[in-house]
C-alpha cells in the first residue's frame, strides 16, 4: 500500500517534464482561451463561412443562453455542491412564462415577474434542502432535474406552447450597434455574476466556503445564507435562460434545455471551475460556453458526423481536465 | 319489405342498447406512447379517448416523457403486462428493445396492438402505421416540385434534418426521402444533421446550415420539433422565398410556418387514427377477431393553399376530427 502510494507521487514528476516550456502556472482559462482561438482560427481557413458576419452573430446569439446557464451554474460549483436541475428549472421557467402569456392572457411583465419569483424559490428550496436538511446538493438538484421536468410536462399536458407575442422574437433577434440584443444581455448578467464573486464580500465568503466548510463556519461565515444565496442565483440565471429561450423560439416547449444542465457544467469545469470547490471564475464560464459553441458551429460547417461532435466534445472536457490535474500536482510539486 | 326494416331497426337497436348496458365497460385498454411530451402523441391519446368513449370501455394513456428513454418504455410495458388489461396498445420507441417485451405480453394472454413504430417481433395481433418510408418518399417529391416551382429548374443542394438517432420510423422517414430524391438527379443531398429531439438544436444546426451552404435550396425535417427549429432558422434569416422546407407532423408553430409560407409543406400522419383504430382493433382482437399483419394509416400533403379544407382541418386539429366511412379505396 504505502508502496503503492509513494510511486503514485513520483509519477507528476515524470510526465511534467513533457510540459517542461510551461514553468509558470497560468490560469486555466488561458490555455482554454488559447484553444478556442485556435479552433477559430482553423475554422477560419477551413470554412470561408465561418468568419463572416452572419456566422459570427449566429454564433454570438448560440452561446448566449448556454452561458448565462453556464455562468449560474458555477454559483453552487464554487461552493463545492452542484446544481444538476437546472436545466430542468429553465424548461419550467419557459412553460410557466408562456402558459402565463398564452393561456391566462397575462402581460409580458406579470408573467416576468411571476416565472422569476418561482425561480428563486425553487432555487431556495434547493439551497436550504442541501444546507439544512444535510442532504447531499447532488441529491437534491438531481430529485429537482427530475420533478421540475416533471412539472414542466404536467403543467403543459406535454405539449408545446405557441402564441408569444411577436415582439418576443423581435427582441431575441434585435441587435444593438451589430452584436445581438441577447449576447448583450449576457454580458450584463455575466458582469453581474463576476463583479458579485469577485468584489463582494458574499462572494468571497463562496470561496472561502468551498475550499473549507469548517473553517468557513468557524470565523462566523452565515453558511446557510450563503449556500441559500448561490443556489437560488443559479436558479435565478436558469430561469432566465429559460426565458430566453422561449423569445428565441416564439414558443414554450417542456422539454426545452433537456439535458443542458450538463452542457453548462461542463463549460464551467472546462473553464477551470473546480468540482471540489474554491475555484472557478465567470470569465472561464464564458470561454468554455464558447469553445462548446464555436466546436457545434464548426461541426455543421464542415458537415463533421453528429456523432463524432459528441466523441470531440467529450474528450476536450477529459483532455481539459486532465491537463488541468497535471498542473495543480505539479504545482503541489514544485511545493 | 316492411317487416325486414323492423327487424333491421330492431337489431340495431339491440346493439345500442348493448352498448349502453356496457358489454365492455369491463374491457380496459393501456395505450402506451413513445413520448407523452409531444403534440402528435397527445392526439393519438384523443383518438383513443374518443373510441372508449364510443366503445364504453376504460382506457390508460400512459408512456415516458421523452422519446429517449427506451428503459422506462419497456418498464411501463412489463408493468402494465402484469396488470392483465384487455388489451395493450403500443407505439415502439425501440424495435430491438421492445421486442422481447411485446412478446411477453401476447405470451401472457394479452392482445397487443403495435402502432406507429414496429417492434421486431411478429407476436402482436397487427401493426397500425404510417408508412414512413412512404412518407419521406412525399416529402421528396414536395421538395422537388416547390425548388421546381421556385427556381423553374430541378437542381441545387439539399440538407435534411434527423431528430434522433436510432428511431426506426425517423430512419425509414430519411431512407425513403434520400432514395426518392435520388430519382431528381439535379438535386444533391449535401449535409445530414441529428439533432436530440430538441427545438433549439434544430435551430443552431440550420442556422449553421443555412451559412456553410449560402446556395441551399431545400430542407427536410423529419419531425416536429426539427420543423420547429428548421422553420425559426429559415424566418430569422428571411430565406422563407429561397428554401424550400419540408417538414413531418403538425405542431401549432409549424402550422404557423405554413401560414407564413416558411414552411412549404407539411407531410401529415394520421395519429388520431392510429389511437382511435388501435383501441377498437384491441378489444376486437381480445374478441378473436383476426386482423392482417400491417395496416397502413396513410400520410397526407399539407400546403398553404389546402391548409384551410374540411379534410385537413381533422389532421391538423384533433377537435375538428369528422370520422367518416371508409369505402376501400385509399
New interface residues.
Given amino acids: 500500500m504505502g508502496e503503492g502510494t509513494l510511486s503514485k507521487a513520483q509519477e507528476p514528476a515524470v510526465r511534467v517534464s513533457m510540459f517542461e516550456g510551461l514553468r509558470h502556472r497560468l490560469p486555466l482559462e488561458t490555455y482554454v482561451l488559447a484553444l478556442t482561438v485556435l479552433v477559430w482560427i482553423l475554422l477560419a481557413v477551413f470554412s470561408q463561412y465561418f468568419w463572416t458576419t452572419g456566422n459570427i452573430t449566429d454564433i454570438l446569439r448560440q452561446v448566449s443562453i448556454d452561458a448565462i446557464l453556464a455562468f449560474g451554474s458555477l454559483f453552487p460549483i464554487v461552493l463545492a455542491g452542484i446544481d444538476l436541475s437546472v436545466g430542468s428549472v429553465a424548461g419550467l421557467a419557459g412553460v410557466i412564462f408562456s402558459m402565463l402569456i398564452a393561456d391566462a392572457g397575462q402581460g409580458i411583465l406579470v408573467a416576468l415577474v411571476v416565472t422569476v419569483v418561482a425561480g428563486l424559490i425553487i432555487g431556495m428550496v434547493n439551497g436550504w434542502a442541501s444546507e439544512r436538511l444535510g442532504i447531499p446538493p447532488f441529491i437534491v438538484t438531481l430529485a429537482g432535474l427530475q420533478g421540475y421536468r416533471g412539472l414542466a410536462l404536467l403543467l403543459s399536458g406535454g405539449l408545446t406552447i405557441a402564441g408569444m407575442p411577436p415582439g418576443l422574437q423581435k427582441f431575441a433577434l434585435s441587435s444593438v450597434l451589430h452584436v445581438p440584443s441577447l449576447f448583450l444581455l449576457m454580458l450584463a448578467f455575466g458582469l453581474a455574476a463576476h463583479f458579485l464573486l469577485a468584489y463582494t464580500r458574499t462572494g468571497r465568503y463562496m470561496y472561502a466556503i468551498g475550499s473549507n466548510i469548517e473553517s468557513a463556519r468557524r470565523v462566523g461565515i452565515r453558511v446557510t445564507l450563503v449556500v441559500i444565496i448561490s443556489y437560488a442565483l443559479a436558479s435565478l440565471y436558469a430561469t432566465i435562460s429559460g426565458l430566453l429561450l422561449v423569445a428565441r423560439l416564439s414558443m414554450g416547449a417542456p422539454t426545452a434545455a433537456t439535458g443542458s444542465e450538463l452542457a453548462a457544467i461542463a463549460a464551467a469545469v472546462v473553464g477551470g471551475a473546480s468540482l471540489f470547490g474554491g475555484r472557478g471564475t465567470i470569465l472561464g464560464c464564458f470561454i468554455g460556453a464558447l469553445l462548446f459553441t464555436t466546436i457545434g458551429n464548426g461541426a455543421n460547417l464542415l458537415g463533421v458526423n453528429s456523432f463524432w461532435q459528441m466523441v470531440i466534445e467529450g474528450l476536450l472536457i477529459a483532455f481539459v481536465v486532465y491537463f488541468d490535474n497535471l498542473q495543480k500536482r505539479r504545482q503541489a510539486g514544485l511545493g | 319489405m316492411k317487416k325486414v326494416l323492423l327487424i333491421a331497426a330492431a337489431a340495431l337497436g339491440c346493439t345500442v342498447i348493448g352498448a349502453q348496458a356496457g358489454d365492455f365497460s369491463k374491457a380496459k385498454i393501456d395505450v402506451i406512447v413513445k413520448?407523452?411530451?409531444?403534440?402528435y402523441?397527445?392526439t393519438v391519446f384523443d383518438g383513443a379517448r374518443q373510441a372508449a368513449k364510443d366503445l364504453g370501455l376504460s382506457i390508460a394513456t400512459l408512456g415516458a416523457?421523452?422519446e429517449l428513454d427506451v428503459a422506462q418504455e419497456v418498464q411501463i410495458l412489463e408493468n402494465a403486462t402484469a396488470a392483465k388489461p384487455t388489451g395493450i396498445v403500443i407505439a415502439a420507441t425501440n424495435a430491438q428493445a421492445l421486442a422481447q417485451p411485446v412478446d411477453a405480453a401476447t405470451k401472457a394472454g394479452i392482445p397487443v396492438v403495435v402502432i406507429d413504430s414496429d417492434a421486431n417481433t411478429k407476436n402482436y395481433v397487427t401493426f397500425l402505421a404510417t408508412n414512413n418510408e412512404t412518407g419521406g418518399q412525399k416529402a421528396a417529391i414536395e421538395m422537388a416540385r416547390c425548388i421546381k416551382a421556385r427556381t423553374g429548374g430541378d437542381t441545387g443542394k439539399v440538407a435534411y434534418l434527423t431528430a434522433l438517432?436510432g428511431a426506426q420510423s425517423l430512419n425509414d422517414r430519411d431512407k425513403g426521402f434520400v432514395e426518392q430524391l435520388k430519382s431528381y438527379p439535379g438535386l444533391s443531398i449535401?449535409?445530414h444533421?441529428?439533432?436530440?429531439?430538441?427545438?433549439?438544436r434544430a435551430?443552431?444546426?440550420s442556422?449553421?446550415?443555412l451559412?456553410?451552404h449560402?446556395d441551399l435550396v431545400g430542407i427536410f425535417a423529419d419531425n416536429e420539433?426539427e420543423g420547429?427549429?428548421a422553420g425559426?432558422a429559415v424566418s430569422?434569416?428571411g430565406l422563407g422565398s429561397k428554401v424550400c422546407l419540408v417538414a413531418f407532423d403538425t405542431?401549432?408553430?409549424e402550422i404557423?410556418f405554413v401560414r407564413s409560407g416558411i414552411i412549404d409543406a407539411l407531410i401529415v400522419q394520421n395519429p388520431y387514427m392510429m389511437g382511435y383504430a388501435g383501441v377498437w382493433y384491441a378489444l376486437a382482437a381480445a374478441h378473436g377477431v383476426v386482423f392482417p399483419k400491417y395496416v397502413d394509416t396513410g400520410v397526407s400533403v399539407v400546403t398553404k393553399d389546402n391548409i384551410d379544407s374540411p379534410q385537413m382541418g381533422g389532421l391538423l386539429d384533433p377537435k375538428k376530427y369528422v370520422l367518416s366511412p371508409f369505402l376501400g379505396a385509399q
Fill in positions: 413520448a407523452t411530451t409531444s403534440q402523441w397527445g416523457p421523452s438517432a449535401v449535409e444533421r441529428v439533432g436530440n429531439n430538441e427545438a433549439s435551430l443552431s444546426d442556422e449553421d446550415l451559412t456553410a449560402p420539433l420547429d427549429g425559426t430569422e434569416k405542431s401549432d408553430q404557423k
